[in-house]
């Protein structure tokens, strides 16, 4: 039986696999319910991710087995807006997190911005910033803007815990803040 999970993640595929196929295999698996077949994005026009998909192949669909689905994913940080999907049902949503992107501008800052400010600095005092309450899943390198998209807990929270970072690292200037989830 083929069900779907589409995550209101922006996770590149790389993430997606860490994030949640491996340890979703690996709690089917044990729970002897199925496995990860496969998984999939969705890519807008300009290349950025909308939601990345996991497809698994399960024993059943059955309430015991689509509920661990669930529990294991949200376990792991899904997203608001995710949804399970099964064919001739009815979608099932869920996810509890909620999501950030920050767009860094990439190109309207002064040269001299680019040439000393790093990306990976931001990255990594985000994640520090954020500390229990969320973290990086994934990025996206644009024609015009890096973005760096967050989960946790609350949207408020994370923002307000960036707010200060991003008020005063250059490479943080004319960023946009999103919610995403």
């Given at each position: 039986m083929m069900i779907v999970a589409r995550l209101n993640d922006?996770?590149?595929?790389?993430?997606?696999g860490e994030l949640y196929e491996d340890p979703l295999f690996d709690a089917l698996d044990e729970a002897g319910l199925g496995?990860?077949?496969?998984?999939?994005?969705?890519?807008?026009?300009?290349?950025?991710?909308?939601?990345c998909e996991i497809e698994i192949m399960a024993n059943d669909a059955s309430a015991a087995t689509t509920k661990k689905i669930i529990?294991?994913?949200?376990?792991?940080g899904a997203p608001k807006g995710s949804k399970l999907m099964i064919e001739?049902?009815?979608?099932?949503?869920?996810?509890?997190?909620e999501g950030l992107a920050v767009y860094l501008n990439g190109t309207d800052l002064p040269d001299k911005v680019y040439q000393e400010c790093d990306s990976n600095h931001v990255y990594t005092e985000f994640?520090?910033?954020?500390?229990?309450?969320?973290?990086?899943?994934?990025?996206?390198?644009?024609?015009?803007?890096?973005?760096?998209?967050?989960?946790?807990?609350?949207?408020?929270?994370?923002k307000e815990r960036l707010a200060k970072f991003i008020a005063t690292y250059p490479l943080c200037a004319k960023a946009r803040l999103v919610?995403?989830?």
């Open positions: 922006r996770a590149q595929p790389m993430d997606r496995e990860v077949s496969g998984g999939g994005t969705l890519m807008a026009k300009n290349g950025e991710i909308e939601y529990a294991t994913l949200e376990k792991l001739g049902q009815k979608d099932t949503p869920f996810g509890k997190t994640n520090r910033l954020l500390g229990k309450e969320g973290k990086i899943h994934s990025h996206w390198q644009g024609p015009t803007e890096t973005a760096l998209y967050m989960y946790g807990k609350s949207f408020k929270t994370m919610k995403i989830a």
